[in-house]
């Protein structure tokens, strides 16, 4: 039989995804094809509906630092509980950094550090991971190494990279899921000054964009449930909310926030031009009609509202259904701009090791096995040793195809990788630039190269449909000199 834990984790079967009663036999699941079955079972007063469109979209607030150093600047953040309003005049228990349910954003330099002190105010362990970051071990927020309740931890980082929308989250091994859909999300951006010369939207023009699915019931409360259930969209941490804008080109930085959800969002017919992917600008913008983005990605788009009169709205969609709305308001001069070409990707050396990773979700009775390399996650155990300065080329399998298909993520902690082909054919438009994580389907492969540059030690690379990692679909690599 399946037990609740492993049911959370099942949602997100391909296209189609299962909504089994709990307890449901492992022989009860089938392919389904049907879209409207997808909340089957769960009973429609079970949630709260808002009106779409009728909330306002906030930003969330920027971290102050509590010390500019002359090397550092500092901040404090406390994890904790809080109630935030979620839905119009009900409040919802979330585990918040800060306080919010989008914690503040920290804006980062390239090439200036950051020092973030966190007390864990929680009842429970839980520790922080800045997703897509360059890292020592230390700081990196490995699963095993948590915040004790009561505890604070100070993380160090160095910022060494270009200008990128990385995010923070919860990553304590076994609650990671839970933790980041109650609240532990936050983003961090890495603003690199020599990127300013390309003139893009900048400051209140710059608007980061968290995106994520909850089921709210009508007391307020935050479930965690099998993840089809979700059936509220928030952006920033709000129903499907609107959002005002300047007749003129925005930067959005979008974030799937979602602890297991693809989205393939659309503005509509609108244009989306492409700037950035995880971990930073692309070599060149790129015109998209539909953006994938699986859990954990981000995508860097700018959106020109110069041509609509104000009184206009423009829809943002994912294929089940709107995520919020911009409407035009009004007109503003707009010294912003695209250029043709941006930051180009150096060459990678010529990489001289080559890895398999296979995902694999095991149905077979009596228990689920969540599996990377035919093993379930164990710290004790060091599952690639990778050399430092090497560059490696990574093959990533799907192997997950019977029941109509598992989907899963792949992220990589540490560095930033390529693309380099999906079963021998071309990357995705998505899959440009650097990146740190990539969906990839069932009975499919994706090949990636990355190179192992300064730091040594321990760090995982997983599924990031977290409902799968926080069962074991993670493993480890450690860097050696
Ligand atoms: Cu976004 Cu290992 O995590
Ligand atoms: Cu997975």
Known sequence: MLNRRNMLA????????????????????????DPARR??????????????????????????????????????????????????????????FG??????????????????KYRNELDEPANVHVHGLHVPASSDGHPMDVIQPGGVREYVYPNGQQGATLWYHDHSHHTEAQHVYAGLHGFYLIHD????????????????????????????KLAYDVPDTRNMLLANGRPQPY??????????????????????????????????????????????????????????VVVDFGRFRPGRRVVMYDTSGAVMCFDVVHRVEDPSRVPDELRPLPDLPEPTV???????????????????????????????????????????????????GINHTFHLHL??????????????????????????????????????????GKYVYHCHFLDHSSLGMMAQLEVVP
């Open 10 to 33: 099942l949602g997100g079967l391909t296209g189609a995804s299962i909504l089994l009663p709990p307890d449901a036999a492992v022989a009860a699941l089938a392919p389904d094809g």
């Open 39 to 96: 909340r089957r079972g769960s009973r429609p007063d079970d949630r709260v509906h808002v009106p779409p469109f009728s909330v306002e979209m906030p930003l969330p607030p920027v971290a102050r630092p509590v010390a500019v150093r002359r090397d550092a600047d500092v901040y404090r953040i406390r994890i904790r509980n809080a109630r935030v309003e979620v839905v119009p005049r009900l409040l919802t228990p979330v585990m918040s």
């Open 99 to 116: 306080g919010g349910f989008v914690g503040p954003t920290i804006m980062a330099r390239t090439g200036r550090k950051v020092i973030v």
């Open 193 to 220: 000054p020599s990127e300013r010369r390309y003139g893009l939207p900048s400051g209140r023009y710059d608007v980061p964009i968290m995106i994520r699915d909850a089921l709210i019931t009508p007391t307020g």
């Open 243 to 300: 959002f005002r804008v300047a007749a003129r080109k925005y930067r959005f930085r979008l974030l799937n926030g979602t602890t297991h959800r693809l989205f393939r969002l659309n503005l509509g017919g609108v244009p989306m031009i492409q700037i950035g992917s995880d971990g930073g600008l692309l070599p060149a913008p790129q015109e998209m009609r539909e953006l994938l983005i699986s859990s954990g990605e981000r995508a860097d």
């Open 354 to 404: 080559t890895r398999d990773v296979v995902f694999d979700l095991q149905l077979t009775p009596p228990q689920p096995k969540y599996l990377m390399n035919d093993q379930v996650f164990d710290h004790d155990r060091v599952d690639f040793r990778v050399r430092r300065g090497t560059t490696e080329i990574w093959r990533i399998h799907n192997a997950d195809v019977e029941l109509g």
């Open 415 to 456: 560095e930033q990788f390529r693309v380099l082909d999906r079963d021998g054919a071309a990357p995705w438009p998505s899959d440009r630039g650097r990146k740190d994580t990539i969906y990839v389907p069932p009975g499919q492969s994706a090949r990636v190269k990355v190179r192992f540059t300064e730091y040594l």
